[in-house]
């Protein structure tokens, strides 16, 4: 009997971030919500604001036993910038910001660790991922649920979330699932 385990990722438009997630061996459940702000049940037209203090981010459902809680830090940080402040590419707001929002001690020292390690040997610019306890999770509309697998071919996704998907296909073949 398999014990899933429960990770939260913020790392810009959460399009891009389940799009990502949902190509790995080992994650059972994807779904795009909001973290991290200040009213109960937002909704898309109010977190685009900017005024709730939510994050765009995914509540992921993950084997351990398949794919580590460190594999996932890796792939969070290496298809997304967690140097930018409120901001991926064009998207720029606090909703786009780089959060973790960890369930448990384990989850928070994993993430400082790696954070520490990328910090001194991948990038140039401070590390600005906010590294927080979980926080109420609120799920996105229908219509932003599986989002990239849905409208592959609307220019956002070919231009923002397909090289994100390329670069997650050539750095970690390994964490595929046969899918992706």
């Given at each position: 009997m398999k014990k899933e385990k429960i990770a939260y990722f913020a790392g810009g438009c959460f399009w891009c971030t389940e799009a990502?997630?949902?190509?790995?061996?080992?994650?059972?459940?994807?779904?795009?919500?909001?973290?991290?702000?200040?009213?109960?049940?937002?909704?898309?037209?109010?977190?685009?604001?900017?005024?709730?203090g939510h994050a765009e981010g995914i509540r992921l459902t993950y084997d351990p036993s398949v794919i580590t809680y460190k594999n996932l830090l890796y792939v969070f940080f290496s298809t997304h910038d967690p140097t930018t402040l409120n901001r991926q590419g064009n998207d720029v707001g606090?909703?786009?910001?780089?959060?973790?929002?960890?369930?448990?001690?384990?989850?928070q020292l994993m993430a400082q660790s790696v954070m520490e390690e990328l910090a001194s040997t991948t990038f140039d610019d401070p590390i600005?991922?906010?590294?927080?306890?979980?926080?109420?999770?609120?799920?996105?509309?229908?219509?932003?649920?599986?989002?990239?697998?849905?409208?592959?071919?609307?220019?956002?996704?070919?231009?923002?979330?397909?090289?994100?998907?390329?670069?997650?296909?050539?750095?970690?073949k390994h964490l595929l699932n046969e899918t992706a």
């Open positions: 990502v997630f949902q190509r790995l061996r080992g994650v059972s459940n994807i779904v795009s919500g909001y973290m991290g702000g200040e009213i109960k049940n937002p909704a898309y037209r109010e977190v685009c604001t900017g005024r709730t606090t909703q786009y910001r780089s959060a973790i929002f960890y369930v448990d001690e384990e989850q600005v991922t906010e590294l927080l306890p979980e926080m109420p999770f609120y799920t996105a509309e229908e219509e932003h649920q599986n989002y990239y697998n849905q409208h592959s071919d609307q220019m956002y996704c070919s231009y923002v979330i397909s090289p994100k998907v390329a670069k997650l296909q050539h750095y970690f």
